[in-house]
C-alpha cells in the first residue's frame, strides 16, 4: 500500500480520457513542505497565513514575514505559491491582539474586514510577500470577500506598497497574480462581477457550506445541517465553475470538500479541475481521478445536480460511495 502511494507521487492527476487535473496542497507551516513534497502536491494552493502569526508573542514585520515566505517558496521552485493574506477572527485568535468581543464571531470583524481596517498590520504583510516573491512564483489570495469594492481597495493599497518598495530602492514585481476566495453566497451571487477583478479564485467550502446554510461549522450539534451536498451548495459550486469558464478564470477548490476522492470526481464532473487539499490526502484522490474518465465524472454530476431533495442526493452518493469503496 506505502509503495503503491509512492508510486503515484510521481505520476500525473489525470483522467483515463486525458484530462489534467491539478492536485495542490493546503499548508500553514515551514513543517508541512516536506510533507506536501512526499506525497506529490503541485505546489501549494492555500497557504493560511494566519499559523505563522498565532505561534508568536507580537505581529511579525515585513522582514520577518519575507524571510518566512521566502522559505515556503523554495520549498516548491518552479510551482505556484499561492499565498492568503491574514485569515484571523471568527474561531481564530491571536494571543497578542485584544480581539473585541462579539456576538457572532463567524459574522463579525474577520479575515479581510481586519485586514481592511487595520492596514498598518496589511500592509506590513503585503510587503512581506512582495519583499519574498522573487524566491519563487507567488500569487495572492483574499479571503472573504463580499463585493467588488473590497478588491479595488486591497489594489489601491497594493499599490501603495509597491509604491513605497520602490521608493525605498527595491524593485518588486508590481503584478503578482491576484486571486480571492469565493466563501460567501454573496461572492457566489455576484461572481460575474467579481472574478473580472481578479486572475483566480478559489472556493472556500468550508467557509461557504457554513454561511450558505446557516451551520456553525465547528458546532456538533448542527452537524446535519452543515452539508456538503446540499443542493444550495452543489448549484454554488457549479455556478463558480460555469462563470469562471466564461469569463476566463481559473477556478479551484481549497476546502475540506475537496480532500474525499468522491467528492473530487462529482467536482471534476462540474467543471473543477483544481484542487488544493491537505498533503496525506492528494495520492488517494490522485488514485480515483486516474482510474475515471472525465465523461464518468460528468454523469455522475448531472445525475447529482438532477435530483431535487438532499434526501435524494445523499441517497446516491451513498450508493456510488458504496461501490466506490
Ligand atoms: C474555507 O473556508 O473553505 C477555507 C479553505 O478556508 P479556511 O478553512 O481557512 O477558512
Ligand atoms: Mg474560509
Same mark, same amino acid.
Given at each position: #500500500?506505502?509503495?503503491?502511494?509512492?508510486?503515484?507521487?510521481?505520476?500525473?492527476?489525470?483522467?483515463?480520457?486525458?484530462?489534467?487535473?491539478?492536485?495542490?496542497?493546503?499548508?500553514?507551516?515551514?513543517? /508541512?513542505?516536506?510533507?506536501?513534497?512526499?506525497?506529490?502536491?503541485?505546489?501549494?494552493?492555500?497557504?493560511?497565513?494566519?499559523?505563522?502569526?498565532?505561534?508568536?508573542?507580537?505581529?511579525?514585520?515585513?522582514?520577518?514575514?519575507?524571510?518566512?515566505?521566502?522559505?515556503?517558496?523554495?520549498?516548491?521552485?518552479?510551482?505556484?505559491?499561492?499565498?492568503?493574506?491574514?485569515?484571523?477572527?471568527? /474561531?481564530?485568535?491571536?494571543?497578542?491582539?485584544?480581539?473585541?468581543?462579539?456576538?457572532?464571531?463567524?459574522?463579525?470583524?474577520?479575515?479581510?474586514?481586519?485586514?481592511?481596517?487595520?492596514?498598518?498590520?496589511?500592509?506590513?504583510?503585503?510587503?512581506?510577500?512582495?519583499?519574498?516573491?522573487?524566491?519563487?512564483?507567488?500569487?495572492?489570495?483574499?479571503?472573504?470577500?463580499?463585493?467588488? /469594492?473590497?478588491?479595488?481597495?486591497?489594489?489601491?493599497?497594493?499599490?501603495?506598497?509597491?509604491?513605497?518598495?520602490? =521608493?525605498?530602492?527595491?524593485?518588486?514585481?508590481?503584478?503578482?497574480?491576484?486571486?480571492?476566495?469565493?466563501?460567501?453566497?454573496?461572492?457566489?451571487?455576484?461572481? /460575474?462581477?467579481?472574478?473580472?477583478?481578479?486572475?483566480?479564485?478559489?472556493?472556500?467550502?468550508?467557509?461557504?457550506?457554513?454561511?450558505?446554510?446557516?451551520?456553525?461549522?465547528?458546532?456538533?450539534?448542527?452537524?446535519?445541517?452543515?452539508?456538503?451536498?446540499?443542493?444550495?451548495?452543489?448549484?454554488?459550486? #457549479?455556478?463558480?465553475?460555469?462563470?469562471?469558464?466564461?469569463?476566463?478564470?481559473?477556478?479551484?477548490?481549497?476546502?475540506?470538500?475537496?480532500?474525499?476522492?468522491?467528492?473530487?470526481?462529482?467536482?471534476?464532473?462540474?467543471?473543477?479541475?483544481?484542487?488544493?487539499?491537505?498533503?496525506?490526502?492528494?495520492?488517494?484522490?490522485?488514485?480515483?481521478?486516474?482510474?475515471?474518465?472525465?465523461?464518468?465524472?460528468?454523469?455522475?454530476?448531472?445525475?447529482?445536480?438532477?435530483?431535487?431533495?438532499?434526501? =435524494?442526493?445523499? =441517497?446516491?452518493?451513498?450508493?456510488?460511495?458504496?461501490?466506490?469503496?
Amino acid at each position: #500500500k506505502m509503495k503503491e502511494l509512492e508510486h503515484l507521487r510521481d505520476l500525473p492527476a489525470v483522467t483515463t480520457d486525458g484530462t489534467r487535473i491539478s492536485l495542490r496542497a493546503n499548508i500553514g507551516l515551514v513543517s /508541512d513542505i516536506k510533507i506536501a513534497t512526499a506525497n506529490g502536491a503541485e505546489g501549494v494552493g492555500l497557504y493560511r497565513t494566519e499559523f505563522p502569526y498565532m505561534a508568536r508573542t507580537s505581529f511579525p514585520n515585513r522582514h520577518e514575514q519575507a524571510q518566512l515566505y521566502q522559505k515556503i517558496l523554495e520549498g516548491f521552485p518552479d510551482q505556484p505559491v499561492n499565498i492568503r493574506t491574514l485569515d484571523i477572527g471568527g /474561531d481564530k485568535g491571536l494571543p497578542y491582539f485584544e480581539h473585541p468581543h462579539e456576538d457572532n464571531p463567524f459574522l463579525g470583524w474577520r479575515s479581510i474586514r481586519f485586514s481592511l481596517d487595520e492596514q498598518h498590520i496589511f500592509r506590513e504583510q503585503l510587503a512581506g510577500i512582495l519583499l519574498a516573491a522573487p524566491a519563487g512564483c507567488a500569487t495572492i489570495m483574499f479571503p472573504l470577500i463580499s463585493c467588488p /469594492d473590497e478588491i479595488r481597495r486591497i489594489k489601491s493599497i497594493m499599490h501603495a506598497v509597491v509604491a513605497e518598495l520602490q =521608493a525605498d530602492g527595491l524593485t518588486v514585481c508590481g503584478d503578482l497574480p491576484l486571486g480571492i476566495m469565493v466563501e460567501l453566497p454573496a461572492a457566489v451571487q455576484i461572481i /460575474d462581477l467579481l472574478a473580472p477583478e481578479v486572475d483566480y479564485l478559489s472556493i472556500g467550502t468550508n467557509d461557504l457550506i457554513q454561511y450558505t446554510l446557516a451551520a456553525d461549522r465547528n458546532n456538533p450539534k448542527v452537524k446535519e445541517y452543515y452539508d456538503p451536498y446540499h443542493p444550495a451548495v452543489l448549484h454554488s459550486i #457549479k455556478r463558480v465553475a460555469d462563470e469562471g469558464r466564461r469569463l476566463g478564470r481559473r477556478v479551484s477548490i481549497c476546502g475540506e470538500m475537496a480532500a474525499d476522492p468522491l467528492n473530487t470526481l462529482l467536482l471534476i464532473g462540474m467543471g473543477i479541475r483544481e484542487f488544493s487539499l491537505s498533503a496525506p490526502g492528494i495520492p488517494l484522490v490522485k488514485k480515483a481521478i486516474r482510474q475515471h474518465s472525465l465523461r464518468q465524472c460528468q454523469a455522475f454530476a448531472r445525475k447529482v445536480l438532477s435530483y431535487n431533495s438532499v434526501g =435524494a442526493i445523499k =441517497a446516491y452518493i451513498q450508493k456510488k460511495r458504496e461501490l466506490f469503496e
